[in-house]
């Protein structure tokens, strides 16, 4: 059993929440940002989109079924998204201190302090989410009694995408068609969902010049951050779309892909966090419940004349997606490998594959 301590968080807005602790005791600093999910709380903490962030799980349940083994497979994390967990602090409203559940080896709270993260609960997070909502994902920190104040970190002045990129080439994969896959802070189950679909794949840190590759496809992943920081990335982008290979991208890749075809973004005002944002594929009725997490978004007016939106979100009409009109090359904001969260858009993956084979 914890001891409890006592801890706090304060927002840049003045705002101080009393709570106490639970993991890893040292005061941090973040963006503090929410997430709606009911289940996939090791997933949500070892998303790499979320670093450099203080996550608010809303759900008042967490940690009543642990955290499963970290086992390895083809360097691949077995149950997680990547091979640690990727937010600065965790912020709930009630903490299971039993856990139960056929494959828990540790309490969340064991993790937390093995990965020296702290974890903070007895928060109020429906008045938090109130906040964040109104004024928007703000910064802040968590701070224990005993130990030196620190200041507010803004993590988008920081190129968050290096911090979590690999930094070697790996290869996965014995299969006929090669992926040449741009690492921007990847979750493990995109590879996973690559993998099932028999291809070879060779991943590379985000900017790596690929273009000196031999490869049939491209893939930009996901990541963190502000995507301004990844002007390499977007070059090597650039060059790659002509030589008019299939090129998918997702969420950061979603991003990097639009301004390499001239695009720009914006910083949306508390992002997409959640495992039941509805997406309508434009030209069409069908509308796809999808998992998201990220805090910038596709400006859809700086499209060029041959790009267009591919998908746009129900709830507030931002963009969701890009396709190229007459070449191979498209994207989505959403996560459809989304583990955990709805499979509904997991075809957006075998689309790629039929592109690649009709090359």
């Not at 992926?179 to 840190?205: M, Q, S, T, W």
Request: glycine fraction near 8%; include cysteine.
């Amino acid at each position: 059993m914890y001891k409890s301590k006592p801890a706090q968080l304060v927002l840049e807005d003045g705002t101080v929440l009393q709570g106490k602790s639970f993991g890893y005791e040292i005061p941090v600093s973040g963006e503090v940002v929410f997430n709606t999910a009911m289940v996939g709380y090791p997933e949500s903490l070892t998303d790499p989109s979320y670093s450099g962030q203080i996550l608010t799980v809303t759900y008042p349940l967490i940690g009543n079924y642990g955290v499963p083994d970290e086992s390895i497979n083809n360097r691949l994390s077995v149950f997680f998204e990547s091979e640690k967990i990727q937010v600065t602090g965790l912020v709930i409203s009630d903490y299971s201190f039993q856990f139960s559940h056929w494959n828990a080896k540790k309490s969340l709270g064991d993790w937390l302090i093995e990965n020296k993260i702290p974890g903070i609960y007895g928060i109020d997070t429906r008045e938090l989410t109130k906040i964040l909502r109104e004024k928007g994902s703000i910064k802040g920190k968590i701070l224990f009694p005993d130990m030196d104040n620190i200041d507010f970190v803004d993590p988008n002045l920081e190129n968050q995408v290096a911090k979590t990129s690999c930094t070697e080439v790996i290869r996965y994969g014995n299969g006929s068609k090669t992926i040449a896959l741009v690492d921007c802070g990847i979750k493990h189950n995109i590879i996973r969902c690559l993998l099932k679909r028999d291809v070879n794949i060779i991943r590379v840190p985000w900017n790596y010049d690929f273009n000196t590759l031999n490869y049939d496809a491209l893939f930009i992943s996901n990541g963190p951050g502000n995507p301004e920081f990844c002007g390499e990335t977007v070059e090597h982008i650039r060059q790659a779309l002509n030589k008019e290979q299939p090129v998918f991208g997702i969420c950061m890749g979603n991003q990097l892909l639009a301004v390499a075809g001239g695009a720009s973004t914006y910083k949306l005002k508390y992002g997409h966090r959640s495992h039941n944002q509805p997406v309508q594929m434009v030209g069409t009725n069908r509308c796809f419940i999808t998992s998201q997490n990220h805090g910038f978004a596709v400006d859809n007016n700086t499209l060029g004349s041959d790009w267009e939106p591919l998908f746009i979100n129900m709830n507030d009409g931002t963009n969701e997606g890009i396709r190229h009109k007459s070449k191979p090359f498209f994207s989505a904001q959403f996560h459809p490998e989304a583990s955990s969260g709805p499979v509904d858009t997991e075809f957006l993956f075998d689309d790629f594959l039929k592109m690649i084979n009709t090359k």
